[in-house]
């Protein structure tokens, strides 16, 4: 467990990479909003207390994505849940953690096949990732 000194320095990270990207200006700037709320919840639980479509559209995007992603990564305390796993996790979030529309849209991708499509991209980031990229 993380002590409460880390808990807070983890959360600065939204407000830190927010800051670093609103001086470059043009789409950096434009997203730097979505950087800063990515982690409210839609019930209004995050960390600034923003509730549902107060929180911006790409926040409430890369929210979902961000998780999803987490959930299919290897960490080094846990393996990968699983495309099928990951969007359970996701849809028993929405309403709650997540914008129902954006997580119903999740589901219509891998519904439609998104399964290989994830396969695909997961795949290109382990190759990037043996490079150094």
């Not at 000194?5 to 983890?10: F, M, S």
């Not at 393996?79 to 028993?92: E, P, T, Y």
């Amino acid at each position: 467990a993380l002590s409460k000194d880390e808990q807070e320095n983890i959360r600065e990270h939204t407000v830190r990479g927010a800051a670093m990207v609103r001086p470059v200006g043009g789409i950096l700037a434009d997203i730097a909003d979505a950087i800063e709320t990515h982690h409210e919840n839609y019930d209004g639980t995050g960390y600034q207390g923003l509730k549902g479509e107060e929180i911006p559209i790409v926040a409430r995007i890369i929210a979902v994505a961000d998780v999803f992603d987490a959930l299919l990564s290897d960490r080094p305390y846990r393996k990968s849940i699983g495309v099928f796993n990951a969007l359970d996790n996701v849809m028993n979030s929405s309403g709650s953690r997540f914008d129902p529309g954006i997580a119903a849209a999740l589901r219509s991708i891998i519904d439609r096949g998104g399964e290989e499509a994830v396969a695909e991209v997961l795949q290109a980031a382990e190759k990037m990732e043996t490079v150094g990229v």
